[in-house]
Every structure is written in structure tokens, then in C-alpha cells.
């Protein structure tokens, strides 16, 4: 998983950036706009309950009140902190790919880069590692759960051909936009690199359709690719993994 990769001083930039561009219009306080328009809470190593009054929460927003430059205290907190670790409730991790229980009798995917020495997880080079490591994951889920689960997933990265490759066709068939999901990953994600770099491209695309802006109501456009979630029966997944 990426509990390792360390983020890039742009990728907070851009949250920055996108919580002020929320709070300017609407009124909402920038503190406010910080805690529900962006991921720095779990960033901070904070989890997912998004409590304002946390006091690590609190001696950020403090700092941000006292900072000339807020990008630059938004990183030195970042880095001062210990990593994220992985996301809530893991069961198991198989190379890239991990799982988490959700409500009873439904798992969740997620995907993080695993790959040494810089190689493109999702290449086509790599495509018959990331199958294997999706064996393994359900090799494991139909030896432990006593009845098959339904298997959800909800990422940026439903969008792309490299990912959309390592899944059954039923369950990509079922894959529908989720809205608003912008105090996580799977939105955020969609910026940068395996490295933790941002994407060059992405972002611009994103600052232009930012500075377009004229409504609340289309905050999610902004983001160049929309969060897609799927769901299918794991029966589908043994099928298509041959276990
Ligand atoms: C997921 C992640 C490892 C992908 O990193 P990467 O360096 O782009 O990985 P790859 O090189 O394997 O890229 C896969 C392909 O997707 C393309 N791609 C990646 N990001 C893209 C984007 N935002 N828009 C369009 N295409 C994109 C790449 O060009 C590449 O295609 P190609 O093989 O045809 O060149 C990286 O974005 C990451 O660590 N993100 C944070 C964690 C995350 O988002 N996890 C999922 C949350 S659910």
C-alpha cells in the first residue's frame, strides 16, 4: 500500500487552493471549507472522523491563522506528522491491492502502489502481477468468510482503460459516478504520480475548470475524472480469477 509515499508540497497547494476557492463565495469559514472540501484531516494522520474539535485539527488551524505563507505551514505540519496509516478496517494486503470489511457480508477494494524500484503498477508489463495479487486477495476472502461477500470499490481510477483491465466486466458494468467525496482519496488520488509528484497536466486542467467556477453546485466538476463505485457479488471475482 502507499502508507509510505510522501506527497509533494503541490498536492496541498492544490487543496488549499480548492478549499479557499469554496469558502470565498459561499461564505463557509475557510476552516470549515479545510475539514470537508479536502483530505488534509486524513492526511494528518487524523482518520476519517473528521472531528473539528481534534486538538492536532485545532493546532493546525491555530497555525494557519498565524502563517504568512499557509502552503508552507500546511506542508512543515504534514511532514511533522507521522504517516496516514492505511485505510480504516484492513483485513488483509496482497501486493497492491488490500481489502477492508465494510457492513456485514460486503468487502471494499483498495488500490495503493507496492511496486520497488519506480515500476508503473498499472502498466501492461505489470498487468499479470496485479491479477495475481487480485487472486490472492480472494484466494484469502473465500477462505475465511464463510459466505461470499459483495465485493464494492470506489476510486478515480474506475476511469482508466490500465485499471478497468484487472476487473470482471459484470462488476465494471455496475459503475456509477458517487458525488462529493471530497475529503478522500479516491477523489484527491487522481493528481498524483506513484511518486507522490502531482500530476502536471491534471492539475492545470483542474486550476482552469477552478477558475471557471460559478456555482457551489458543480464543485465536482472541477476534478478532471469523477469518483466511479461498483459492486458485484464476489462469485463474479472467483469466476473471473479462476480460485
Ligand atoms: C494510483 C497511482 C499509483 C497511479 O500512479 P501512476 O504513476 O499514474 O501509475 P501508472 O504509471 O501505473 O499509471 C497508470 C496509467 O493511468 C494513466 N493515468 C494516471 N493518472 C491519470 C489521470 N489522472 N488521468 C488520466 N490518466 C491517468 C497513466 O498515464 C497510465 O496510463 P498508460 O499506462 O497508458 O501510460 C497513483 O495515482 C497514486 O498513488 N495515487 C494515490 C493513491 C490512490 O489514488 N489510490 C486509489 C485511491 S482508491
Given at each position: ?5 510522501v506527497y509533494a508540497r503541490a498536492f496541498f497547494d492544490l487543496q488549499l ?29 487524523l482518520g476519517h472522523a473528521f472531528d473539528p474539535a481534534h486538538p492536532v ?83 484469502h476472502v473465500k477462505r475465511t468468510m464463510q459466505a461470499p461477500p459483495r ?93
Open positions: 500500500m502507499t502508507s509510505s509515499l487552493q480548492f478549499a479557499k476557492a469554496v469558502s470565498a463565495p459561499s461564505g463557509l469559514p475557510l476552516t470549515r471549507a479545510l475539514l470537508e472540501y479536502t483530505n488534509l484531516y486524513v492526511r494528518f494522520g485539527w485545532q493546532e493546525y488551524l491555530a497555525g494557519m491563522g498565524d502563517a504568512n505563507d499557509t502552503g508552507e505551514w500546511t506542508y512543515r505540519f504534514y511532514l511533522a506528522r507521522p504517516q496516514a496509516g492505511a485505510p480504516p478496517g484492513i483485513v488483509a494486503t496482497f501486493g497492491c491491492f488490500s481489502y477492508a470489511l465494510l457492513s456485514e457480508g460486503r468487502i471494499r477494494l483498495h488500490f495503493g502502489n507496492a511496486e520497488p524500484d519506480g515500476h508503473s503498477p498499472l502498466g501492461i508489463e505489470r498487468r499479470d502481477r496485479r491479477l495475481a495479487d487480485l487472486a490472492a486477495l480472494f484466494g465485493v464494492v470499490g470506489a476510486s478515480w481510477l474506475y476511469n482508466l482503460e490500465a485499471y478497468r483491465r484487472l476487473f470482471p466486466k459484470s462488476y465494471l458494468a455496475t459503475a456509477h459516478v458517487l458525488h462529493g467525496r471530497f475529503q478522500h482519496m479516491p477523489l484527491w488520488g487522481q493528481f498524483v504520480n506513484r511518486d507522490g509528484t502531482v500530476r502536471e497536466s491534471v492539475a492545470r486542467d483542474f486550476l482552469e475548470r477552478l477558475g471557471r467556477l460559478t456555482s457551489l453546485e458543480s464543485l465536482g466538476e472541477c476534478f478532471p475524472l469523477p469518483v466511479l463505485t461498483a459492486e458485484a457479488p464476489a462469485r463474479e471475482f472467483y469466476e473471473f480469477c479462476g480460485i
